[in-house]
């Protein structure tokens, strides 16, 4: 396939679009005069989650287009699909781990079974994180330990290492990636792994505890493929949580001459992810992968979503073509604040929808993720309880439900995110090794993101935030589907490649 820029298509688009418009059209597509296959559909709305389409409509050959219109090249194609996920913390294992059995194994099944979402990346901890039980490393001394002679990952032992196993079970190809919040108190400007920054002359140990790390986990029978130096490197979180702070150049010196070194002569093959951090921090990256020493240990950038906007990927992508772009966090899905939270006078609520309701707004999150070279889409915590909780943070984070899944701690009753409702849409029909391939068209409130699988088939999710109903053209070649999107919906469509 071709694979040429997202700026490209679109100016390629624009004209094509304009000469529908004025009736000039002609088919410009290799595969205009192929017919493509049936097309069958799921959509979520408020009274149906990713049920099947009766009667979906069907590509017929035509060229009036309407101007809410939508061109799809599959000719154009972008980056590999990794997969999608969610993060395996301590807190979310804790539940599980205290699930009955059959019900763990129930809801580990519909997250990552392949009758379930179909879920294909996880991430862990390297040590706590703030959504942990208690606070620890896997060196925890009153006094420095150089040679990590006390070095143990016992603490994951209970709960989150049997997790990891189950979930590889029901997902032998679950691709797991590790991040740490906090090295020991004993590497830490203040001794505590509470804020602060990691000491520059522990920085060839700490490469070495990513390397015991790495193979502990193995020897454990957990196969951990990439890891990041750090979450979110850039905030130390003012210590209300194990944190630490990265100063740009430090990031720069432990890759290039501890972290990718150590795991070179240790003979591992994972990957290195730098940042872990928002997307307003992309001249960082910019900085960093413009030194040939660090940018030959790194595979990509881990990215969150909690400040700035996802083109921030795409800059990095074509500054740095070889890199690869990995979303990593982003969450909770519900109020910023609750009714009786306290904001700024005049501050807003961040998001209008209640838990479980707002899929149309993370679908349409997911969709920019996907447009702007995102390989994977990792949520944060799989499984809390209706509080978020256990949660380290301190003073504590205002109660609400904010995991993918909630679990009630007194009923042990299920309850689900908006982005749990919005994955299957992706998970469950874009498979790993697809290729995002080039969709344009500027319909107001509507979102919209197209694959090809491996086997061939093609997947197109539309994602209409809008409260009314929206009729949308898409066209493929000299071909059009003519659908109506309701309102506050997501609808995937699925159709075999032409023939």
């Known amino acids: 396939m071709l694979n040429a820029s997202r700026r490209d298509f679109l100016k390629f688009a624009a004209a094509v679009g304009g000469a529908v418009l004025a009736n000039e059209a002609k088919p410009l597509y290799a595969e205009s005069q192929m017919a493509p296959g049936p097309v069958r559909a799921w959509r979520t709305t408020a009274h149906e989650k990713f049920q099947p389409v009766q009667s979906p409509p069907q590509w017929q050959a035509g060229e009036q287009l309407s101007p809410l219109a939508i061109y799809l090249e599959p000719a154009a194609t972008y980056q590999q699909i990794l997969g999608f996920g969610g993060a395996f913390t301590d807190a979310s294992c804790y539940h599980l781990h205290r699930m009955d059995p059959d019900a763990r194994r129930a809801l580990l099944s519909d997250l ?17 994180s703030d959504y942990s039980t ?63 920054c990691i000491k520059e002359r ?48 430090h990031e720069m010196v432990f890759v290039a001459l501890n972290l990718g070194p150590a795991l070179e002569q240790a003979s591992l093959d994972t990957k290195i992810w730098i940042l872990d951090h928002n997307y307003n921090l992309w001249g960082r990256v910019a900085d960093e992968l413009s ?21 921030a990927m795409t800059r990095i992508h074509e500054m740095f073509p070889d890199k690869h772009t990995y979303f990593t966090e982003g969450g909770p899905p519900a109020h910023l604040f609750g009714p009786s ?25 997911f969709t920019g993720m996907l447009r ?38 007194k009923t042990h009753e299920l309850s689900y995110s908006g982005n749990y409702y919005a994955f299957p849409h992706y998970s469950k029909l874009i498979q790993t090794g697809a290729r995002v391939f080039a969709s344009s068209g500027d319909v107001s409130g509507v979102d919209h993101v197209a694959a090809e699988n491996p086997d061939k088939s093609r997947v197109l ?15 493929l ?12 919906s997501i609808t995937s469509f699925v159709w075999e490649n032409a023939s």
């Not at 999710?461 to 066209?475: F, K």
């Not at 070649?477 to 506050?488: F, K, N, Q, T, W």
């Open 112 to 128: 990552y079974g392949p009758s379930g979402l179909r879920l294909s990346v996880g991430r862990t901890c390297i040590g706590t």
């Open 134 to 196: 208690r606070m620890y490393s896997y060196d925890d001394t009153p006094e420095p330990d150089p040679e990590l002679k006390h070095f143990s990952i016992e603490p994951d032992q209970a709960w989150i290492l049997p997790t990891l196993r189950e979930a590889q079970q029901i997902n032998p190809d679950l691709y797991l990636f590790s991040s740490v919040w906090s090295p020991p108190g004993w590497m830490k400007s203040g001794g505590s792994m509470l804020g602060g």
């Open 202 to 249: 522990w920085f060839a140990v700490h490469a070495q505890y990513f390397v015991k790390f790495l193979q502990a986990y193995a020897d454990a029978g957990v196969k951990v493929k990439a890891v990041t130096v750090n979450n979110e490197v850039d905030t130390d979180q003012d210590g209300h949580f194990p944190a630490t702070l990265w100063a740009q150049q």
């Open 291 to 311: 030194n040939p020493q660090v940018a030959q240990y790194v595979d990509g950038v881990a990215w969150h979503s909690y400040a700035g906007t996802p083109d």
């Open 341 to 365: 939270e306290e904001r700024h006078p005049g501050q807003q609520p961040r998001y209008e929808h209640p838990y479980g309701t707002d899929w149309a707004r993370w679908s349409s999150s």
């Open 372 to 409: 702007n070279w995102a390989r994977c889409i990792c949520v944060w915590n799989l499984l809390l309880d209706e509080n978020g909780r256990p949660d380290l943070t301190n003073p504590p984070r205002p109660m609400r439900r904010a995991g993918l899944v909630s679990i009630d701690s």
């Open 461 to 475: 999710v539309l994602t209409n935030s809008n409260n009314a109903e929206q009729p949308v053209d898409c066209r």
């Open 477 to 488: 070649g000299d071909h059009i589907l003519r659908v109506a999107l309701p309102s506050d």
